[in-house]
Structure formats: structure tokens, C-alpha cells
């Protein structure tokens, strides 16, 4: 029986004055790995954000496994340190979440702010460094990573929480292919593992890869869902939302034109 | 501006840090109870703005380039305990990591710029803006002199403590251990470059800053006017009575080099050297209704003369070609005081406040 | 300076700041004397040394501690020309043209007459001249050690055993690490601009230039501080910081300590008059 941990209600949120959320509604089951599909400011990274206590609806309501995410319930410590341990976040700019002076100060902060011993924390942050292939670069400042190596910093840094939600904005937005390739890599290999994983992407290409639902989202609602290859066949569902690729290229026989298409051969 | 190591001694500059401690104390306490966990981000990076904005070459009228400090927008934009903060976190980031001040001399830094800048800089804002609108023009130009008068006061301060040093501090041979010049050598020494150029600097970006938030994120300066009315409204802002007052002050300054085509002395003021020198003596009785003056210098006029060495003897600050320049910048400083002490006495007196 | 001076100017002030920080990193992970100390002796150690160069009242002994930080520099592996670079040269020019006008300015009996120009330096002008110059050199060097044998992040943490507080530790490596993106950032901008400027600018515009890169500097700076804060609190923050002790003195840096104690202490006493 599969709970559900995210439940999203007719939520609505503005920045200043302009609305980035106007009556989204979805549901996450637990273990599902979902992706939500929409063209930039749509609205998906601002429902990450309130996915994860960051921001909170002006209207409707978010609920993690049943109960409401508001500002006074996170005034608990132990409801606030239970939440972020189990729900992590990765955002688009690494610069925004590497603000520690050394990529071990980096990856050991979110223990040390749960107060894990200092033992265990050593421990950890070890593991996970060496499971990333990170491991030589502990000492390193965050200045001097390369864009690949900001984001494993920044995947490390959550992923030492072992939290059971994963919440990606954008993960491959700015990585040269072979970081991309990785990332996909790393996304595919959770599928089935117990791990909640929303994605928010535009990038149409790895979508079955990494999700096994998605949601499209235009101008801060959702406006369909459904399975990926539901979703990636309703060409009219793509062009609406400016999701779809099309750009001019040249064929084997040597036609030339512009036409909605996928790159996959196979 | 920034004191290396070496120029004050170890009890200035113990005595700076015990005046600046204070004040860290008190901005930290008020910002944790203010912004709580926010208080970390806010500061970090708005002190890594005022760090690289300390690395802009401005350019300035007259075709120079010189660095601001950014204090001013610091207290504009965060209040006056935040920019205590960031500024100080700057600098001490500057002196120990890129050797760019002392680190005995950090506490006098700190309280010449961070300190007195960050607050004579909100004080001067907000006397001069008032509660006139965000958008207002008033804005722009209280910024600018905000800008200009606090890092004058800085270096102002920064020029007594070295001016008070040979004073204090000498070796068994009579020779200054730290800084070695004088009151009234190290005062118009610091401040001919920070009038013309560094507080120049600093009101262009501060001026600038504020304008150009006006136009794209007027929010930002809702901290420190905080009754001000959103729109650019009705005239209700004062601007227009100040004007003449200004224009005329600005008219009296270029035309103070006039003063000095009025060959001689003025009548009175005289120093007891005078007495003695024989061409004077004649121009003295010459407006004197031909009344010889007295050949020994009255003794009163020789024991009060001594007291007060006016750090601009005769106007001109030394190491300058031009005497009308000298002038100028002497009267422009005196100016700004003398607007600045108006601009004080008008507030405690009108009864018009402002909160905070 | 042409039209573009002040965008070549700070341009270049930009990349010696990134510059230094990078070989003030390489410096530190050299195998040498300084690197094998713990942080926190070699910040007391350095502030005792500075301290005595401060208070010393004696030009020899100033200049004992200046040829010790000559060894210790040496014994680190820290290559005299960045030494002179990046400390005496601008230390020398400043504090020079400071002291200059003192040989001739201060009263005293007469030492020597510049030919042709016949200006007299006096004794007492050579001395304050000597305890200016020393002094200065001798605390550059000694701090400039510090920073450039300890990766920030230690230097930063040392500064809990002198009781500062964790919130301004943490704002302290926070705010390094945000001005080196900073720098860059605005590097970016004022080379783009330089770029695409042809010809003379006026000094209006070029006075619109630099404070509207700065408007973009502020506006970005608000963005990240929010930005950052999301990210603290999504990883558990919620106002008090926590930092991992990860220092442990041995018996061979309790050695260290007593001994840049001993030197500072002797220094002090040696150089009051």
C-alpha cells in the first residue's frame, strides 16, 4: 500500500507582486520517483521550495505524510530537525548551497547542525565523499570545483543525511554532458529503492529515465499528468506548455527543416 | 585610509579597539534579536559586497578615478548596526587576509570607518531625506552628502590620532616613535585627499547606488524610511526651500578665491609675529588712522595666540601649489561643518521626527 | 588615464585579489615549518611577535624580529620575490612616502645635508623614519606569513581560542567565500562592458558605468543572501551555528608555542626603554 507523502491542495504563492503559484493541486506517492515538467517560471521551483518548508502557501495547503507544512508547526525543533533530515533539497545554483569555506565543512554541515556526534559525523562524511568519488578534493574551497564537481558537493552534502525525499531543482541544468550523464545515472539508480525523488526539470530527453510520473505544469497550475511516454506523445500538451524541442537540423537524406522531434535513435 | 601597523601606538590603538568593542557588542546583540537566523547570510555577503565595492577604481568629475568605501550605502540600505558589522567584517577580511591595513590598528579602522562612518552617514540621511518619498530627489542628494561627510569625519579622525602621536609617544632621544607629524601637519595632510577625492568617491557611488534603487528595487531602501509615502508625490518635501540655501552656499565657495585679491591682512587679524615685522607694521598703521601700533606684543595677545593653532594656518594647507585651491577646499570643508551642525541644530529643534 | 582607465583599473585590482588568494592556498599546502604547526599557535605566536614589534621602543630589536620572520618564511618555503611583492613593495612605497618628509621635518641635530638641495636630515628624522619603515615591514611580514602558511578556514577557527564569537567564525568564511564569487562576478561584468565600449566615453557615462555595476553587485548580493539563507535552513540551521574541533596539539606544537611566546615575551622586555 503505497502512502501518499506529498499531498499539494489549491496552493497559491507570490513573490512581491507577481504570482508564481495559482491553485496547484498534485500528489506524491511514497517510493515514486516524479518528475514536474514545465518551461522556466512556471512555477515548479517555487513548489519545491514549499515542498520543503522553505516557503509556505499563502493559500491551500501542503501536507508531508498527512500532516500541514506550516510556519508555526517548523517552530519545533524536533518536528524541524525530523523534516530535514528525511527531506532534502538541491538547487539550481550550486553557489547558492556550497557556503562553507571547505568542501568537508560543506558536506559535514547539515550533521553538525543536527547535532550529530562529532565521531559519526567524521564517519559519514567520509563515506559519502568516497561513494562520490569525492574524496580528494576535501580540502578543497568551494571557489575552486569545477561545475560538475560543485554539484556532487552539493548531492554529498544532502545525500549524508540519507534522506528518505529528494527533492532536484533542475538537476542537469549547466553540466557538460559527461556531469549530466551522471546525474541521470545516479537519478535511474533510485528507482525502486524507497526513495521519494521530485524532479523539476524542463529537459525532456531523460525524463523516462528518471521518472516514473510526471506533472506539467503552465503558468503556476498543473495542467496535465500522466506516465512519461503518456506525456512525451501529447505533442499539442508540449507546444502549449513550450516544452517542446524544435529546432532547424538536417536529415540522412539531406533535407533540411525544423520540426518537434526527439534524439533518440532507439 | 586604512592605518597599517605602526603609525599609532599600542595604547591608541588598544584604546580604539576598547572604543570600538562596544559597539560590535551592541550591533550583534540588536541584530540577533532583529533577523535572528537571518542575521549569518545578510552579513556575510553584504560585507563580501562592501569588499569588492572597496575594489571599484570610481570615476570622478575632473577626470581622477578613487575608491569608496561603501559604508554609506551600507548604512542606507541596512541601518546603521548592520553596517557597523559588514563594514568591520570587510575589514578585518582585508587586513589579515589581503595585508591591506593593520591588524594592531584594526580596531582603529574599524571605528574610524565602520563605526563613526556608518553612523554619522544614517544620521546624515536621515536628517537630510526626512520623510520625504522613496522616490524623492531629496533621497539622492542626502545620500550623496551622507557619503561625503562621513568619510571626511573618518579621516578627520583618522588625522588625530596620528596628529596626537608625536605628542605622546617619543623616544629617549626625542624622536617620534610612531606617526611623526603633528596636528596641524597630519589633519589638512589626511583630509586634502579625502575632500577632493575619497569622500568625492564615496558620495558619487552612494548618490548613484540610491538613485539607481529607486528606479529597480525601492524596496531596499524602505529600512532606513521607514514613514516615508511610496509615490513621488505632492511637494510636501522641503526640497524646494533648501535649494536657494544651497546654490547660494555653492556661489559663496567658488567665489571665495576673491578673498585673497584683497591684498593685506584684515583689519584685527593679526598674530603676534606681525608686531615685529617692519612691513607689516606699516600696513597695520596704515589702516589704523596712522596710529603707531605698540612695538612689544601685548602679552595677552601672545598668551591666547599660542592656545588654538588653527589646523589651516592662513587658509592654505601645505604641500599645495595653488593658494586659490587651497581656498576652495578649505572652504568647502568648512562648509560641510558648518551644514552639518545647521543641519543637527534643525532637527532638535523643529520638532519634526523621524522614528528610530 | 584613458576612458576605459577606471575599468582597467579595477579589472586588474580585481585579478590580483584572485590572484593572491590562489597562491596564498598553494603557499599553504607546502610541505614547510609554518604548514606543520597547529593554526592556533601560529596565531598567538604571530600576535605576540607583532604585539613586541608594536610596543618595542628599540630600532634593534625591531629588526631582530624582522630577520626572525625572514627565517620563518625561509624555513616555510615561502619564496622570497612573493615576499617582496606582495608585502615590502607596497608596505616601502606608502609607508616611504610617509616617512620621507620626516628626515627633514623633525627637529634635531643635523645628520647630514642633501647635496645640491642642501635639505638637512636630522638624527632624530632618520630614527622615527627607521621605527616607521621597520615597524610596518615587520607586522606585514609576520601577518602575511600567517595567511599565507594556514588555509583560511583555520585561521578562521584558531580565532575561537581567542574567544571570537562562532557567528562572526562562521560570517567570516561565509564572507571570504562569497567575495571570491563576488570578484568574479564583477570581473565578468566590467569585462563585458569593456568589451563592448568603443571609443571615448564621457564622464557622465563612465560614472553611470561603474555605479550601475554596483547596482547590479547589491542586487545580486540581496538575491544570494536569500538565496543562501534557504539553503542554510534547509539543511537544519535555524540560528545557531555549529562547527567540528578539529584541532589537537602535540607535544611538538606545545613546543612552538612556548618558544614564539618566549621570543615575543623577551622582545617586549628588551624593548622597553
Not at chain 1, 533510485?190 to 521519494?196: C, E, F, M, P
Not at chain 3, 604547526?37 to 631582530?64: E, F, W
Amino acid at each position: 500500500m503505497t502512502t501518499r507523502i506529498f499531498e499539494v491542495q489549491d496552493v497559491r504563492y507570490c513573490y512581491e507582486r507577481v504570482v508564481a503559484l495559482d491553485g496547484a493541486s498534485l500528489t506524491v506517492p511514497s517510493g515514486v520517483r516524479v518528475a514536474l515538467l514545465g518551461a522556466n517560471g512556471s512555477g515548479k521551483s517555487t513548489l519545491l521550495r514549499l515542498l520543503d518548508g522553505l516557503y509556505f502557501a499563502e493559500s491551500g495547503v501542503v501536507r508531508f505524510a498527512g500532516e500541514p507544512l506550516t510556519e508555526a508547526r517548523f517552530e519545533d525543533e524536533s518536528f524541524s530537525f525530523d523534516f530535514r533530515r528525511r527531506v532534502g533539497i538541491l538547487f539550481q545554483n550550486p553557489d547558492v548551497q556550497l557556503f562553507n569555506p571547505s568542501v568537508f565543512d560543506e558536506v559535514a554541515f547539515g550533521p553538525l547542525q543536527l547535532r550529530w556526534p562529532p565521531e559519526e559525523i567524521r564517519k559519514r562524511v567520509g563515506a559519502i565523499l568516497d561513494a562520490l568519488h569525492i574524496a580528494h578534493l576535501k580540502d578543497r574551497p568551494p571557489h575552486r570545483l569545477s561545475g560538475g564537481e560543485k554539484k556532487r558537493v552539493a548531492i554529498a552534502s544532502v545525500l549524508v543525511l540519507d534522506p528518505q525525499v529528494l527533492l532536484l531543482d533542475e538537476p542537469t541544468a549547466a553540466l557538460d554532458p559527461q556531469s549530466q550523464g551522471q546525474m541521470i545515472d545516479m537519478i535511474s539508480a533510485w528507482k525502486d529503492t524507497g526513495r521519494t525523488v521530485v524532479t523539476a526539470t524542463h529537459d525532456l530527453h531523460s525524463v523516462e529515465d528518471i521518472a516514473d510520473y510526471c506533472f506539467v505544469f503552465e503558468a503556476g497550475r498543473v495542467l496535465a499528468e500522466g506516465t512519461p511516454s503518456d506525456i512525451l506523445q501529447d505533442v499539442g500538451l508540449l507546444r502549449r506548455t513550450g516544452l517542446l524541442h524544435s529546432h532547424r537540423h538536417t536529415h540522412p537524406s539531406g533535407e533540411i527543416h525544423s520540426h518537434p522531434h526527439q534524439h533518440h535513435d532507439h | 585610509m586604512h592605518i597599517p601597523d605602526g603609525y599609532l601606538s599600542p595604547s591608541t590603538c588598544a584604546a580604539l579597539y576598547a572604543a570600538s568593542a562596544p559597539f560590535w557588542y551592541v550591533s550583534l546583540r540588536r541584530l540577533q534579536r532583529a533577523l535572528r537566523s537571518r542575521l549569518i547570510p545578510l552579513l556575510s555577503v553584504f560585507a563580501a559586497f562592501s569588499f569588492v565595492v572597496m575594489m571599484f577604481n570610481m570615476p570622478l568629475p575632473g577626470g581622477t578615478t578613487g575608491h569608496a568605501v561603501g559604508v554609506s550605502i551600507a548604512s542606507i540600505v541596512l541601518g546603521p548596526w548592520a553596517s557597523i558589522l559588514a563594514i568591520s567584517i570587510a575589514l578585518l577580511i582585508q587586513a589579515v587576509f589581503f595585508g591591506d591595513g593593520g591588524i594592531t590598528a584594526l580596531g582603529a579602522n574599524c571605528f574610524n570607518m565602520a563605526v563613526a562612518g556608518s553612523l554619522a552617514a544614517y544620521a546624515i540621511y536621515r536628517v537630510i531625506s526626512g520623510n520625504c518619498s522613496i522616490g524623492s530627489r531629496r533621497r539622492v542628494v542626502a545620500a550623496g552628502l551622507a557619503g561625503y561627510l562621513s568619510i571626511n569625519l573618518s579621516a578627520l579622525l583618522a588625522a588625530v590620532e596620528f596628529g596626537i602621536q608625536p605628542l605622546f609617544f617619543r623616544d629617549a632621544g626625542g624622536a617620534p616613535l610612531y606617526a611623526p607629524y603633528p596636528l596641524k601637519v597630519a589633519v589638512p595632510a589626511m583630509m586634502l585627499g579625502h575632500l577632493t577625492v575619497a569622500g568625492v568617491a564615496e558620495a558619487v557611488l552612494a548618490a548613484g547606488l540610491v538613485a539607481w534603487l529607486q528606479r529597480s528595487h525601492p524596496s531596499l531602501l524602505r529600512a532606513t524610511a521607514p514613514n516615508a509615502p511610496e509615490t513621488n508625490g505632492a511637494a510636501a518635501d522641503g526640497w524646494p526651500a533648501i535649494r536657494p540655501l544651497l546654490v547660494g552656499l555653492s556661489i559663496l565657495l567658488l567665489v571665495t578665491p576673491l578673498g585673497i585679491l584683497a591684498v593685506g591682512s584684515a583689519w584685527g587679524e593679526w598674530s603676534p609675529r606681525d608686531f615685529a615685522d617692519p612691513a607689516v607694521r606699516r600696513q597695520i598703521a596704515a589702516v589704523s588712522l596712522h596710529q603707531q601700533p605698540p612695538s612689544i606684543v601685548p602679552a595677552g595677545l601672545q598668551r591666547l595666540s599660542a592656545i588654538w593653532t588653527a589646523p589651516f594656518p592662513a587658509y592654505a594647507p601645505p604641500f599645495l601649489r595653488s593658494a586659490s585651491f587651497g581656498y576652495l577646499l578649505s572652504a568647502t570643508f568648512g562648509a560641510g561643518l558648518i551644514l552639518l551642525v545647521a543641519v543637527g541644530a534643525d532637527r532638535v529643534f523643529s520638532g519634526r521626527r523621524g522614528s528610530g | 588615464m584613458g576612458s576605459h582607465g577606471f575599468l582597467e583599473g579595477s579589472i586588474q585590482g580585481f585579478l590580483r585579489a584572485l590572484e593572491h588568494a590562489l597562491e596564498s592556498e598553494e603557499l599553504a599546502r607546502r610541505n614547510g615549518l609554518l604548514q606543520s604547526l597547529d593554526p592556533r599557535v601560529k596565531l598567538i605566536g604571530t600576535l605576540g611577535l607583532v604585539l613586541a614589534a608594536t610596543t618595542s621602543r628599540r630600532l634593534a630589536v625591531i629588526a631582530a624580529l624582522f630577520a626572525l620572520a625572514c627565517l620563518l618564511a625561509a624555513c616555510s618555503r615561502v619564496p622570497l620575490r612573493t615576499l617582496m611583492f606582495r608585502t615590502w613593495a607596497g608596505a616601502l612605497t606608502f609607508t616611504g612616502v610617509i616617512a620621507l618628509p620626516a628626515l627633514f621635518l623633525t627637529p634635531g641635530p643635523l645628520f647630514w645635508r642633501l647635496p645640491l638641495l642642501g635639505f638637512p636630515v636630522t638624527l632624530t628624522g632618520l630614527r622615527t623614519a627607521a621605527y616607521l619603515v621597520s615597524r610596518v615591514e615587520t607586522a606585514a611580514t609576520l601577518s602575511m606569513l600567517l595567511v599565507l602558511c594556514t588555509p583560511w578556514s583555520h585561521v578562521l577557527k584558531a580565532l575561537r581560542v581567542l574567544r571570537v564569537p562562532v557567528v562572526l567564525v562562521v560570517i567570516l568564511g561565509m564572507t571570504y567565500r562569497y567575495i571570491l564569487l563576488m570578484i568574479a562576478a564583477a570581473r565578468e561584468m566590467f569585462e563585458s562592458r569593456r568589451s563592448r565600449t568603443v571609443g571615448r566615453l564621457d564622464a557622465g557615462q563612465r560614472r553611470r558605468m561603474a555605479v550601475s555595476a554596483a547596482g547590479v553587485l547589491l542586487s545580486r548580493t540581496m538575491q544570494l543572501s536569500g538565496d543562501v539563507y534557504l539553503a542554510m535552513q534547509a539543511r537544519g540551521f535555524r540560528g545557531d551555528v555549529y562547527v567540528l574541533d578539529e584541532f589537537r596539539m602535540d607535544g611538538r606544537n606545545w613546543v612552538w608555542l612556548a618558544l614564539l611566546i618566549a621570543l615575543g615575551g623577551a622582545a617586549v622586555w628588551a624593548g622597553r626603554s
